[in-house]
């Protein structure tokens, strides 16, 4: 039931709505037949049997009556009326297809279409859209000291603070500005415009614009800053570096200061907002055309006016009017230069000739000492070998010095030709860059442009009368230069040495190394034993100052003799001790019992028995448990064994000698074979 009444109110307020679109359609003349037709109706209508149709019949003449009184609406459309409790069938009602809708309600026009259609654009025109963080166009209506008035077409003007139309002195009312829409209303409804911003993001969109096209933009450098200047483009700082102000070098940024260039931009850092701007750019496509052109016309060993554009310690760059060329610094000049400042200066203008030059990678090569004759072919004729010179060195090396005799000749004074000592040494030991020096020409080629010096031998070879000033068996003093394993150099005088053998220095002292004999620097007393002219080499000692202790030694530590010895130091075989006079002797372990068993020590000072003596060996033999083994075995044997002692003593002392004589010297090695010798002989002699 409750969707039975739902759509019977529907199709009851869709009827109603069909009936008002009914009325307001028809023409005046139609409402006046309808009304009409309605009142004969209800004249011919039977009265109502009920109070209850009688009503009802009542109500559908006030409404005909009210329908008739009411006006037209603003459209010129007449309200609609109809009867609730009768629903007009508009399914029987026939549409008028013949009819203006256009013309419903309006006047009689006076404006054809295409005046209507100006006119509407006339009106669109004085509207703006205007919306939020946007740029718009607008005009200053207003200029004070602090503020500018603009107006963009909005119901309302904004305002923009004077100082955002610093860098233009000359705006004035009337001029059309770019403004940002930060806010249409603020707190106080005032409209919110910047000039500044809009600048900015117009600048933005020119700078990258002008990056896409590869466009010339303008800009106004307004000052200098470390590496290069800051410049003005299009409202935003651009940073023009140094190296790409010019194409040359630019020693003073100052003077692009407050300056409008053309520039090129380069790099753009959307990040950091960072624009870097060329000018170089700008003329480079026009040098690399000259540059081109000129390359074309090159040719080796010509000469061309060029200017000096940059020097470095390496060499100098020449502008040759639109191509740079470099002049190494070894081509600068004939003479040895420690820097091209020393010759050349910074816009000097000079000719240069050129020495090679490469097209692919516009490379040119230049010389300037090439258009000087060369120093060597001015050099004297009368200039010959053994001459003396003078100079000054120029350059030092670790195998010599090279003496500048006039400019651009030079010649090398080998280290071996600086002294006549042997003694290797450098240069530097002898010279300094600077110095002025005299030496003797010792070879000279003209032309291979060689010469060698040297300095030595400007005073007389000390070899020549070394038998003469130093013969054989002479004494003198000396200088130790110099220690190595196997003995000392002593330098007698300047080119003068000498070697002292290790085994020529002390008679008695062993020596492991000279370090514990001297050391360099010491003054040693030597005696000349041997010349070699030819090689030039000294054999000198120092032992032999003295007489050969060993001769006094041999009647002084006879095989047998007991000496008191002191124990000095100790190695695998046996004893080091040190007897009287200096002598040390060496005690074999088996040699070293003492009389209660143990062994000796260092330190201990004892008695030992000579057992061997050895002159040319300059060896002593020594034993302290022979002293009380042979007690020992005197006392066993009673009288008899005290009389073989002796006779197999000398027996072991004899081919020990023997021995000894055979052989050049004796080593430590040899001490126990000789030990088991003696012990067998012994064994032998108590076997008889």
Known sequence: MAEEKKEAAESKEAAKNEAAQESASKTPETKADSKAEEKSTEKSEPKAETKTEAKKAEKVDVDAETEKSEPEDKGGNAKASGSDSEPVDYDKVEPLDDFDWSKLGKQKEIYS??????????????????????????????????????????????????????????????????????????????????????????????????????????????????????????????????????????????????????????????????????HKALIEAELEQQKAEIMTKLEKGQVLEGTVKNITSYGVFIDLGGVDGLIHITDLSWGRINHPEEVVELDQKLNVVILDFDDSKKRIALGLKQLQSHPWDNLSEDLNVGDKVKGKVVVLADYGAFVEIQPGVEGLIHVSEMSWSQHLRTAQDFFKVGDEVEAVIMTLDREERKMSLSTRRLTPDPWENIEEKYPVESKHKGKVTNLSNFGVFVELEEGIDGLVHISDLSWSKKINHPTEFCKVGDELEVVVLEIDKDNRRLSLGHKQLEENPWDVFETVFTEGSVHQGTVISKNDKGFIVSLPYGVEGFCPTRHANKEDGGKVNIDDTLDFEILEFNKEAKKIIISHGKLHDDVDESKASGGGGAKKKPAA????????KSHNDKGERTTLGDLDALSDLKNKMEKGDDDK
Not at 124 to 142: F, N, P, Q, R, Y
Not at 157 to 183: A, C, H, M, W
Not at 649 to 656: E, F, L, S
């Open 113 to 278: 279409e295409d005046e209507v259609t100006e006119m509407d654009e006339e009106y669109s025109k004085t509207l703006t859209s205007i919306a939020e963080h946007e740029v718009v166009d607008g005009t200053i209506v207003s200029l004070g000291k602090k503020e500018a008035v603009i107006n963009i077409g909005y119901k309302s003007e904004g305002i923009v603070q004077t100082s955002e139309f610093r860098y233009n002195p000359d705006l004035k009312v009337g001029d059309k500005v770019d403004v940002y829409v930060e806010s249409l209303e603020d707190k106080e409804g005032q409209l919110v415009l910047s000039h500044k911003k809009a600048r900015t993001l117009s600048a933005w969109e020119k700078v990258n614009k002008a990056k896409e096209n590869d466009e010339i933009i303008k800009g106004y450098v307004k000052c200098r800053t470390k590496g290069g200047l800051i410049a003005d483009v299009f409202g935003l700082e651009a940073f023009l570096p140094g190296s790409q102000i010019d194409v040359k070098p630019i020693r003073d940024y100052d003077q692009f200061v407050n300056k409008t260039m053309d520039f090129k931009v380069v790099k753009i850092n959307h990040e950091f907002k960072n624009v870097v701007v060329s």
């Open 649 to 656: 003593k000398k027996a072991t002392r004899q081919q020990i």
